[in-house]
């Protein structure tokens, strides 16, 4: 892309360049080039001609400051160098537009974006945020959701061979190299020290030491764990990663199948709205390559997981086939009404928990369900057909307005499948079509939340404390193999 290149307003080029310069052009050497890009003087000419051709790049090199400070400010913040461009850069624009009164016309919108920007970032300082211990358990749940940054700071339990553990306090961006060093200063122990995310079925990975921000990224009731190298094979899960023993199905039957899926429709947005769009493109390339946390799109993407095992986990655990028919509807008609306030992460998820095989395969469950819910379930299921590029969730979304909470693991294979089927560079130069094709997927999030999630009128008003708190605190057992035994034993399996 070229600066002196004439932009229209439409022209997403802009755009795709401010998204996507992460992957071939740091923000350090972005400022630079930009700098000198608007001091830049051109060598020929008469004197007019040089003077058009200064203002025209002076207004271009603006434009895109003012739209990378509106993309990435959140990020931006969280760096002093990018925040002391910003404000050098407001006092050359500043400074020339007593010479050049034509620049005073975008120097009001700059003024109040630099502003904004360096009172965020001293702001965030004053404000570092320590998480508490565990991003899935206990009672921050309740609260609502903000976004987690890169330098805001986590207290965390990493547990040992024995199952003792020890909290340590550490930048959510840490590296595992950090992480260790955090724990063994604290324990005081010695060399060729190891940190496994460990599974509640005994999957055990130990992870690189340039890994960073980790403690989003372990399954549902996964932990992490610490010890010597010769000691990885010992390690075994915690007796409280099993899940839980009973269902809830005593306390959520009673709840309106509307209020739950509007109480989740509220905390996915939540979730979805914590979403910094640069963390999609961090994730897909890698964030060990940019040293930046992906924690909101990480917690959004567990929520999926979350959402599906419940349904899993609820049918398993209830022992009654009367009940379990009940569930089952219960389950249909939430998936409805998340469609109905275009949740549709909620809407895949519920389906697709039905659609597991700990409850597809109870024959005898569904066929007690009424005829007017299995058409129901028929239909949603098409939805899901994943023929044809997922041709029928496509043509559905097509259809929506904002806002939207999309079926976000399906965008984020669409820009997997871009970014593995094409080369980041071509003989040196950067594929700016491939930028542009995972930018298009960015811009598909940015629709979906283009326009505020209101609350519903007739839900609003009435106390849903217990319903709110039930659908942000969900227990689930993550293991499909206790899902499948559990369901093996409520309808064993035919000679």
């Known amino acids: 892309m070229r600066l002196d290149s004439t932009f229209t307003e439409s022209d997403s080029a802009l755009d795709d360049f401010v998204l996507m310069h992460c992957i071939f052009m740091p923000n350090s050497q972005l400022c630079s080039l930009l700098m000198a890009h608007y001091h830049a003087q051109p060598s020929q000419g008469t004197e007019q001609e040089k003077m058009d051709y200064a203002l025209n790049n002076k207004r271009r090199v603006i434009r895109l400051v003012l739209q990378w400070a509106t993309v990435c400010g959140e990020l931006l913040q969280e760096e002093e160098a990018s925040v002391a461009f910003l404000e050098d850069f407001y006092m050359s624009v500043s400074d020339d537009s007593r010479m050049i009164p034509a620049l005073k016309e975008q120097l009001p919108e700059l003024e109040k974006t630099v502003k904004h920007n360096s009172e965020e970032a001293k702001s965030s300082q004053k404000k570092h945020k320590v998480l508490l211990r565990q991003f899935s358990v206990g009672d921050e749940r309740l609260q609502k959701r903000q976004p987690i940054r890169s330098n805001d700071e986590i207290l965390f339990k990493v547990y040992c061979i024995d199952h003792t553990y020890t909290t340590i306090r550490v930048a959510v961006a840490a590296s595992v190299k950090e992480v260790i060093t955090a724990v063994a200063d604290k324990l005081g122990s010695g060399e060729d020290l190891i940190l496994v995310k460990l599974s509640s079925g005994g999957e055990k990975v130990v992870l690189k030491p340039n890994e960073i921000s980790v403690f989003t990224t372990l399954s549902l009731n996964g932990r992490l764990f610490f010890c010597p190298r010769d000691q990885f094979d010992s390690l075994t899960p915690l007796p409280e990663q099993e ?253």
């Open 243 to 495: 899940g839980p023993s009973s269902g809830s199905i005593g306390t959520f039957e009673l709840m309106s199948s509307k209020d739950l899926a509007y109480q989740m429709t509220i905390y996915d947005w939540e979730h979805f709205n914590c979403v910094h769009e640069r963390e999609l493109i961090y994730h897909t390339f890698g964030r060990p390559n940019f040293k930046k946390t992906t924690a909101n799109l990480d917690l959004f993407l567990r929520r999926f997981n979350e959402l599906q095992l419940w349904v899993v986990t609820e049918i398993g655990l209830c022992s009654q086939l009367g009940k379990r028919v009940q569930l089952l509807k219960k389950f249909i008609k939430i998936a409805a009404h998340c469609k109905e306030y275009k949740n549709l992460n909620a809407f895949y998820a519920i389906i697709m928990g039905l659609s597991n095989v700990a409850v597809s395969r109870l024959t005898q469950t569904w066929e007690k369900l009424p005829s007017k819910f299995k058409k129901f379930y028929s239909e949603f299921e098409s939805l899901m057909d994943p023929s044809r590029n997922h041709r029928a969730y496509r043509l559905t979304v097509a259809k929506l307005e904002p806002p939207i909470i999309p079926f976000m693991p399906l965008l984020i294979k669409d820009m997997t499948f871009t970014h593995e089927g094409n080369k980041t560079f071509i003989d040196n130069l950067v594929n700016f079509e491939k930028m542009r094709m995972i930018a298009n997927t960015v811009r598909i999030v940015r629709y979906c939340r283009s326009q505020p999630f209101n609350s519903d009128a007739s839900l609003a008003n009435k106390n849903h404390q217990e319903v709110r708190n039930y659908i942000r605190q969900l227990n689930v057992i993550d293991n499909q193999r206790t899902l499948s035994q559990l369901s093996n034993r409520l309808e064993p399996r035919r000679s």
